[in-house]
């Protein structure tokens, strides 16, 4: 196991010049130090002047159902009022940060650009901008590696997707961390945050979750473990169909399928044409029943995938090679489907604002035989390492 240091730990081992200043903290209960004490818990305990919190999707306590509103509360840990950017707003306020001398930000995040924490920091980098705050991020490694050789588009059209889910052109699978993004946001839009990032210590870019931590935090209730996170940036695709994610299942994100799919079929043609796309992954035919979401109490027909190497899995490309052998093998019974949120309350248009393309859904029209080489095409990220290597921080 290697010795990771989050960048809270890093934090909490120095005396900055701030730590007196009136500190706002967006947080929530997944971040903690690498011996799991709550951050905001942690900071307060080391002196920090911590006066209100701001927290993000699912609320404080990472338990908010996907999507929906979370409200103001109180922290029971901290007795801090909290003020949710997941309600009706999205970004703090003029009004919340005119008694702010600074914003520290310490929030997991699971590496795919459709995870609203993401944006949700760059919303306060903005805000931070706008108010002359400075804008502190204690940085945390990414969950599914910083290998650009892993990397996955597409990038998305901000002139037509963009979303919460999506506001700036990044690829799905981004190989970043949430400081190396602040700072190519912060340069590359000209936002000109007064920003600083404290970083990790001993992660480098090939290390996953699973490399330096055996014990996963839920980031919400649908990422409970390393491997829902890993496959999230292709199966939350499925969102945008009628087949069900695992939402309401011990293992969301992992499995696929609906009352009527052809189980053992789907796992069949799955597993000829996986290896085209991404080494090591496996679909397995399973029968569960969701307790919540699609298919509620209904026993549904499906595959589950395991990943035997993290390290050379393509989750995007297997995602969408997923729904169009479920399509090819279930012409009349699979649909495209609407995903209503507190950010998209209609739900329309999800694929398109999930791929960040226009009209994603005609790819999935294109025959089996030559999807495999159109979504190599509409994932390869070209020059991002590239684009992003001044902002880079870990080698």
């Not at 981004?174 to 000209?190: D, V």
């Not at 609906?258 to 996986?274: D, F, I, K």
């Not at 030559?370 to 590239?386: G, I």
């Amino acid at each position: 196991m290697h010795n990771i240091q989050y960048g809270i730990d890093i934090l909490l081992a120095l005396q900055p010049h701030w730590k007196s200043s009136r500190i706002a903290l967006v947080t929530n209960h997944a971040a903690t130090t690498s011996l799991f004490v709550p951050s905001r818990v942690a900071l307060l305990q080391q002196g920090f002047n911590i006066v209100k919190l701001f927290s993000p999707e699912h609320g404080l306590d990472t338990t908010g159902a996907d999507g929906h509103a979370i409200g103001n509360s109180i922290d029971t840990l901290t007795r801090l009022p909290v003020i949710s950017l997941y309600g009706d707003k999205l970004a703090p306020s003029r009004e919340d940060l005119a008694d702010i001398d600074l914003v520290l930000f310490d929030i997991p995040d699971v590496g795919s650009r459709f995870y609203t924490y993401l944006w949700t920091m760059s919303h306060v980098l903005e805000a931070c901008a706008a108010s002359t705050i400075p804008f502190i991020i204690a940085d945390r490694p990414n969950p599914l590696s910083g290998d650009f050789l892993l990397a996955e588009g597409p990038f998305l059209d901000e002139k037509h997707c963009s979303s919460f889910i999506g506001r700036w052109s990044v690829p799905v699978r981004h190989s970043c961390t949430i400081g190396e993004l602040a700072r190519y946001f912060n340069s590359s839009r000209s936002i000109n945050c007064k920003l600083e990032v404290i970083p990790c210590g001993n992660w480098n870019r090939k290390l996953f979750y699973a490399d330096y931590s055996q014990s996963f935090i839920p980031l919400s209730p649908a990422i409970p473990g390393f491997e829902s996170a890993l496959l999230y940036p292709g199966l939350c695709f499925l969102e945008a169909t009628n087949c069900s994610e695992g939402r309401g299942t011990a293992t969301p994100f992992r499995i696929a399928g609906a009352p009527r799919l052809l189980a053992e079929e789907t796992a069949r043609l799955l597993n000829t044409l996986l290896p085209a796309i991404s080494a090591n992954v496996y679909a397995r035919p399973i029968v569960f029943t969701p307790a919540e979401g699609k298919y509620a109490t209904q026993p549904c027909n499906g595959v589950m995938l395991h990943v035997a190497d993290p390290s050379s899995f393509f989750p995007v490309s297997t995602g969408w090679l997923l729904i169009r052998t479920i399509k090819e093998l279930h012409p009349n019974d699979f649909k495209w489907a609407v995903y209503p949120t507190n950010v998209n309350p209609t739900g329309k248009k999800h694929l398109d604002l999930l791929s960040g393309i226009s009209n994603a859904d005609t790819l999935f029209d294109i025959p089996l035989a030559d999807f495999v080489h159109v979504v190599k095409n509409y994932t390869a990220v070209n020059d991002w390492m590239l684009r992003m290597q001044p902002y880079l921080i870990y080698a």
